[in-house]
């Protein structure tokens, strides 16, 4: 028995899956003070050193072998003055 679907059928599926794809992907996750936290920190490594650093303030932090992350840059915002 060979079934045969018909183009409505087939236009109204395809666009209805569309429809739900579209949507699933226009849905952001933010947090309650619309604020994401993602990205916020960088890490990279020079040399023996391992260093991390906040890209929205600006500082830099180096990782001391005492498991600790010291704050190595001043208090000076100098990403948000360019």
Do not use: C, H
Not at 8 to 19: M, P
Not at 25 to 35: F, L, M, V
Not at 68 to 73: A, D, E, L
Request: hydrophobic share 35%; net charge positive.
């Amino acid at each position: 028995m060979k079934k045969i679907i018909d183009i409505k059928s087939l236009l109204i599926g395809f666009l209805l899956a569309t429809s739900v794809m579209l949507s699933m992907g226009a849905i952001t996750s933010k947090s309650p003070n619309n604020n994401t936290e993602i990205g916020k920190y960088q890490g990279f490594q020079g040399g023996e050193k391992l260093y991390m650093l906040n890209t929205q303030t600006g500082e830099l932090y180096v990782y001391k072998r005492s498991d600790y992350w010291k704050k190595t840059t001043r208090g000076l915002n100098w990403i948000s003055e360019y």
